[in-house]
């Protein structure tokens, strides 16, 4: 019997590809904001990062979950690998005090790690910088704040860090910026502008359609561009212009002073600006709803360098890019957020990919951290590692690599295109590192019934001539000609067996006492029996039968799902088999209570004869809302010869959100009902069979 264990690790996910790094910081949603390179070359990018506030996906209501932000930071190598001796594992979440404030607030990462946050008042801009902790750096300002006073309406602010501690904010007004350069220690950079400060006009934008962006030269001139729409209408253009030190507009510089760039050419209103050592411009764009970004460099006169990719510019796949600076080597670095989490991109000084950064060896990794993880592969051939904890390793398609690393793995394979051959392609995945004391392999999706000799629906294991490899394969194609195959390293030929090759859902039994049972990611059929049980499903589709006693369920902690997870993977089924599994009398309740309860899950009393819902007579449950426990009720009003009634608790009110889609019911009597189909079974639903 597996006890839970309610002590969990942070964790995170980095995907790794020649030229890009991608890190899932949470599970949750990732917003990247800023990226900066310190003086050793190590690189910081900067954001926010979501958290399941309260409630959890898949409860009762519209509102009945919620997210907030805290800051994040995480810092990389020179090469793109994660800097695990930074913070947890080179990851570091700071905790904020307020959720951010929409496209009014901004966060940098300073090369020392600190964050800085910039948030829009009617007047001004105010900046408060923090320490990993979440306190605000005393250091900084007045106790951690400084404000930016801005003499002008504005619409957009920008807040850009720079490797030598200080740092610009910007505001837009319909027809003119300011550009502020405040110090390391929060005091406005004497020398630049006036006194800190220095306003710019820009390109007119009469109905306040555009953002802005902005970077500084190391002679004091500016480089501004500001997205506008003189018309309200369509598409809004990019306009580049570039200020002197003295804020008057360098007339050399594109079309007497301005260079516009349009939606056509791949840049929006979210576009941004950096500037090189020499005085090159770098100009990053997104189209609206557009996958691609595109990186432009130009001269300094704004004419387009065509040393630089094609005709000076370059494009790749990205969701939201939104940040960019140069390194001291001239390789550009663009950060962004792609899949909801941070990525980062580098190019050679030429434009082209950097296959130097990320993957080192050119192939796609996918690697965990400490916790407990399901990692999970593309279409693509990729190498997954679990590292550290119990983890699940999912490939899904193309010829993946998995080792799982220290702990209790397991390895899923959910459909037949995750592993196989045919007669002329080997497209099947190798496991590395197979610990047959406790690693499992997950085949309850294929449809197997066991080991063989490989057809009629076994599998067959078979070492390789060298007894370098074993292999796990099915003789039998389908109808694409694909067969089932899987390759381990080792010879491991009477080692394997039904413990870990597992073909059907496992059964886990509690005792006739109390117990704390927790399933593991695989889908069980998990049985409490006799006595109050606590049952906790885990992650996987599992069948939950309390059994006698007041047991409390939960299909599964619902606050480790991640957003991008299609919770019907983890649909749970509480299946009642005996009146006696869960009711009140007139003085005790002995009643169930299921907490975590899902949209997706499903409650089967079909066992006990109930058809539908209704008032708790005539084989119908009854729903009934109990508001000061905050519960719901499916009650049979009508008691037995023992004055038991059924009655099971589900924690929330499910008045509008509990269904016939989340019932298991027994078919209504009819007339007829007995007659049936000799020798034709019913349709059931194959994730939840009983064995």
């Given at each position: 019997m597996t006890t839970f264990d309610s002590t969990k690790v942070d964790s995170h996910t980095v995907r790794t590809g020649p030229?890009?790094?991608?890190?899932?910081?949470?599970?949750?949603?990732?917003?990247?904001?800023?990226?900066?390179?310190?003086?050793?070359?190590?690189?910081?990018?900067?954001?926010?990062?979501?958290?399941l506030a309260w409630g959890y996906p898949g409860a009762p209501g519209e509102e009945s979950y919620g997210y907030e932000q805290n800051h994040s930071v995480i810092r990389l190598n020179a090469d793109g690998s994660l800097d695990t001796g930074f913070h947890d594992g080179g990851v570091d979440m700071v905790p904020a005090t307020t959720a951010p404030a929409s496209r009014y607030e901004l966060t940098a990462v300073q090369s020392d790690g600190k964050v800085l946050v910039a948030v829009a008042l009617n007047t001004g801009i105010q900046v408060e910088r923090y320490n990993s902790d979440g306190t605000r750096d005393a250091g900084f300002g007045q106790?951690?704040?400084?404000?930016?006073?801005?003499?002008?309406?504005?619409?957009?602010?920008?807040?850009t860090a720079n490797t030598d501690g200080t740092f610009q904010v910007s505001a837009r007004g319909f027809?003119?910026?300011?550009?502020?350069?405040?110090?390391?220690?929060?005091?406005?950079?004497?020398?630049?502008?006036?006194?800190?400060?220095?306003?710019?006009?820009?390109?007119?934008?009469?109905?306040?359609?555009?953002?802005?962006?902005?970077?500084?030269?190391?002679?004091?001139?500016?480089?501004?561009?500001?997205?506008?729409?003189?018309?309200?209408?369509g598409d809004p253009t990019f306009a580049l212009q570039r200020f002197n030190a003295d804020g008057q507009l360098d007339t050399r510089f594109g079309d007497d002073g301005v260079l516009h760039l349009s939606a056509a050419m791949g840049f929006g209103e979210d576009s941004v600006v950096t500037v090189q050592a020499d005085g090159k411009i770098i100009v990053m764009g997104h189209g609206e709803g557009d996958s691609l970004a595109t990186v432009a460099r130009l001269n300094a006169d704004g004419s387009f360098d065509s040393s630089f990719g094609s005709n000076g510019s370059v494009t790749f796949e990205a969701d939201t890019p939104v940040a960019l600076?140069?390194?001291?080597?001239?390789?550009?670095?663009?950060?962004?957020?792609?899949?909801?989490?941070?990525?980062?991109?580098?190019?050679?000084?030429?434009?082209?990919?950097?296959t130097s950064f990320g993957s080192q060896d050119g192939k796609l990794h996918v690697d965990g951290y400490?916790?407990?993880?399901?990692?999970?592969?593309?279409?693509?051939?990729?190498?997954?590692?679990?590292?550290?904890?119990?983890?699940?390793?999912?490939?899904?398609?193309?010829?993946?690599?998995?080792?799982?690393?220290?702990?209790?793995?397991?390895?899923?394979?959910?459909?037949?295109?995750?592993?196989?051959?045919?007669?002329?392609?080997?497209?099947?995945?190798?496991?590395?590192?197979?610990?047959?004391?406790?690693?499992?392999?997950?085949?309850?999706?294929?449809?197997?019934?066991?080991?063989?000799?490989?057809?009629?629906g076994t599998l067959a294991i078979q070492a390789s001539a060298d007894g370098t490899r074993t292999y796990l394969k099915s003789f039998d194609a389908d109808a694409a000609g694909q067969r089932f195959e899987l390759a381990l390293d080792g010879?491991?030929?009477?080692?394997?067996?039904?413990?870990?090759?597992?073909?059907?859902?496992?059964?886990?039994e509690g005792t006739s006492a109390n117990d704390t049972i927790s399933g593991s990611a695989l889908s069980e059929i998990i049985r409490g029996l006799d006595g109050n049980d606590r049952i906790n499903g885990g992650a996987g589709a599992d069948v939950i039968i309390g059994?006698?006693?007041?047991?409390?369920?939960?299909?599964?902690?619902?606050?480790?799902?991640?957003?991008?997870?299609?919770?019907?993977?983890?649909?749970?089924?509480?299946?009642?088999?005996?009146?006696?599994?869960?009711?009140?009398?007139?003085?005790?309740?002995?009643?169930?209570?299921?907490?975590?309860?899902?949209?997706?899950?499903?409650?089967?009393?079909?066992?006990?004869?109930?058809?539908?819902?209704?008032?708790?007579?005539?084989?119908?449950?009854?729903?009934?809302?109990?508001?000061?426990?905050?519960?719901?009720?499916?009650k049979d009003?009508?008691?037995?010869?023992?004055?038991?009634?059924?009655?099971?608790?589900?924690?929330?009110?499910?008045?509008?959100?509990?269904?016939?889609?989340?019932?298991?019911?027994?078919p209504a009597a009819t007339p007829d009902a007995e007659l049936g189909l000799i020798g034709v079974a019913p349709d059931v639903d194959q994730w939840h069979l009983l064995s």
């Open positions: 030229g890009t790094v991608q890190v899932d910081l949470t599970g949750q949603f990732d917003d990247a904001q800023s990226i900066t390179v310190q003086s050793d070359g190590k690189i910081l990018i900067g954001g926010y990062t979501e958290y106790n951690g704040v400084m404000t930016v006073d801005i003499g002008h309406d504005f619409k957009d602010i920008d807040l027809d003119q910026a300011t550009v502020t350069k405040v110090g390391n220690d929060g005091s406005l950079f004497d020398g630049f502008g006036d006194h800190g400060v220095l306003t710019v006009d820009i390109s007119e934008d009469p109905f306040f359609n555009g953002g802005i962006s902005t970077a500084v030269l190391a002679d004091g001139s500016v480089v501004v561009g500001a997205a506008y729409n003189a018309a309200g209408v600076t140069v390194q001291a080597d001239g390789r550009i670095l663009a950060a962004g957020t792609n899949s909801g989490d941070f990525n980062v991109i580098r190019l050679n000084a030429d434009g082209s990919l950097d400490a916790g407990e993880e399901i990692l999970r592969g593309t279409d693509a051939a990729e190498i997954i590692h679990g590292l550290a904890g119990d983890d699940v390793l999912q490939g899904d398609g193309g010829r993946d690599v998995l080792q799982g690393g220290a702990g209790a793995d397991i390895f899923r394979f959910a459909e037949l295109g995750d592993s196989f051959r045919t007669a002329t392609l080997n497209n099947s995945d190798r496991i590395q590192d197979f610990d047959v004391s406790e690693d499992r392999i997950d085949l309850i999706g294929l449809g197997f019934t066991g080991i063989g000799d490989g057809h009629d010879n491991l030929v009477g080692q394997l067996n039904s413990t870990n090759l597992v073909f059907t859902a496992p059964t886990v059994g006698a006693g007041a047991d409390r369920l939960n299909g599964g902690d619902r606050a480790d799902i991640s957003l991008w997870t299609d919770n019907r993977e983890n649909a749970d089924v509480f299946r009642y088999l005996s009146t006696e599994d869960s009711y009140r009398t007139d003085s005790q309740s002995f009643a169930d209570l299921i907490e975590g309860f899902t949209v997706d899950d499903k409650i089967d009393v079909s066992a006990l004869g109930y058809t539908g819902f209704g008032e708790g007579t005539d084989t119908t449950l009854k729903l009934v809302y109990n508001e000061a426990l905050d519960r719901t009720y499916l009003a009508e008691a037995d010869a023992q004055g038991h009634s059924f009655q099971i608790a589900l924690a929330g009110d499910w008045r509008e959100s509990l269904g016939e889609d989340n019932m298991v019911f027994a």
